[in-house]
């Protein structure tokens, strides 16, 4: 049986295709995410070693494969139809994440959307139940928080993938020892240092075009 779940937020956002000026102030951004990365956010040595225990999934994407355009800037429109006319603007969402095989000592659970090639974060979600066992499509519980992404926006950035172009984007699972003493829309970077100095275990799902 799942837990129940608290009422979910929306975590879609309007998002508009990354031009090379916003892209080179995201890369900027997310330096704390270079200085911290590992394979995840820790680095070798920090925080001990570091369990790669924890089972990411999703119903509606797989290991290895392109991330589905709904969870893209491709799933979110500007309001413009084809004939110049005005429709209702759809968001992009966030895709639904299950996960398994947390340490019983886990206090909380933080994620990390993130394409470390760029080192570009796109969604912060942390002080998530250690009960809970899934995120679904476009909804964060009520009582979990959204830490900034790497444009600045607490929020589900969508990745804006190019034709052609090789990529990895990791959602990564922290168990972590306690809750973040954070408030929500914390900063990037004291995210980021308050889940690496939390994590205790961690585990991927990755998404990428890569040959």
Do not use: H
Request: hydrophobic content about 40%; some cysteine.
């Amino acid at each position: 049986m799942f837990p129940a779940l608290p009422s979910p937020r929306s975590t879609g956002a309007r998002t508009a295709r990354t031009s090379p000026a916003a892209l080179a102030g995201a890369v900027a951004a997310g330096a704390a995410l270079v200085l911290t990365t590992g394979c995840g956010i820790l680095a070798p040595g920090q925080n001990g070693d570091m369990p790669d225990d924890i089972n990411v999934t999703s119903p509606l994407m797989q290991e290895g494969q392109p991330l589905p355009a709904a969870y893209t800037c491709e799933g979110a429109s500007d309001g413009a139809s084809a004939d110049g006319g005005e429709q209702e603007a759809q968001e992009a969402s966030s895709p639904p994440l299950s996960w398994s095989g947390l340490p019983d000592e886990a206090g909380s659970i933080a994620l990390v959307v993130d394409d470390p090639q760029v080192a570009q974060v796109f969604w912060v979600v942390y002080d998530l139940d250690p009960q809970l066992v899934e995120l679904r499509q476009n909804s964060v519980p009520a009582d979990a928080k959204q830490g900034q992404n790497s444009q600045g926006v607490a929020e589900y950035g969508a990745p804006c993938p190019e034709p052609e172009a090789s990529y990895e984007y990791r959602f990564t699972v922290y168990a972590l020892a306690n809750p973040l003493d954070l408030p929500e829309g914390a900063s990037l970077d004291a995210a980021l240092d308050a889940i690496a100095d939390q994590a205790v275990a961690r585990g991927s799902l990755v998404t990428t075009n890569a040959g």
